[in-house]
Structure formats: structure tokens, C-alpha cells
């Protein structure tokens, strides 16, 4: 029983080493690319010929290029608003984005199609006083239930 006890705290003590190992690898500086998958759920008002308006939530889980880093395996939400008219219009939104070990960066971002720019408005944990901003390409719907991905990346600073 002791012997247990003693390998589930090194077990312990060794997975909160890494947890804090990673928190202090990420660069001062630097560029965050990313591709997330989204469930989209939304509603399309036709207000007039050739005019659309509408707004809904996107909820997803982000996976970072390299396969590890910043933003891999976290979870995304966002919601979103557009106009548009003859089929071109802005939209625009709010996301979260997370990562595994719960901190999040928080965007405000405007498009137009399927492309626009984030703009890096807050984080927490490591991302705490991120700033910085970067494009998205979105592509979808992929099938019939609201299926997105979108690429993207952040080019930031920390204080």
C-alpha cells in the first residue's frame, strides 16, 4: 500500500512539473497557427430579395499545426453575427479558445466569405496580457449538419 501510495504522488508530483514546464515554454513573442473544427448552429433571416441577416454559435475543438503547442486539443466557442447582401457582407464575432491546460485566448474578429481577421482581446493563464492579431480561412459547410474548419493563425506578444 505504501509503495502505491509513493508511485501515485511521484506520478503526481511528475505530471505537475510538465503542466508547469509547458506553461513557461511559450515564446514572448511569436506566431500560433492552428486549424479548428466547428458544429455550427445558427439562424438565416431572408429580410429582403438578395438580403440575408443572421447570427448563431460555433463550438469546436482547435489542434495546432505542429501537432503539440499552444492551442492543441482545446477547446473553441464562438458566436457570430452577418449581413449580407447578394451574397457579400461582413461578419463578425467573438471566439475563446482554449488549450489542455485551461488557460484561453479571447478574439474579436471581423470577415467578410469565409476569411477575416482575429484580434487578440484578452487571455488568461500564460496568455495573460496577449496581444497581437492574425488571419482565418474558413471552409464549409462540410455535409449537411453545419460542419466548419477554419485555418488560422495569431501573431503575438507578451508582456
Known sequence: MTKALGS??????????????????????????WHTGWKNVGEVLNVAEGHLQG???AIGTSFNDNGSGPLHLGAAECVYTFFVIDGAGPSKGYCAFGDTDGDRIFTDW???????????????????????????????????????VTIQRLDYELP
Open 8 to 33: 501515485l504522488l511521484a506520478g503526481l508530483s511528475l505530471a505537475a512539473f510538465c503542466t508547469a514546464a509547458s506553461a513557461q515554454d511559450l515564446p514572448k513573442s511569436g506566431s500560433i497557427s
Open 55 to 57: 447570427h448563431g454559435s
Open 110 to 148: 471581423t470577415g467578410e466569405g469565409d476569411s477575416g481577421t482575429n484580434v487578440i482581446a484578452g487571455g488568461t493563464g500564460k496568455y495573460a496580457g496577449i496581444t497581437g492579431s492574425g488571419p482565418f480561412t474558413g471552409s464549409g459547410p462540410s455535409g449537411s449538419n453545419g460542419g466548419w
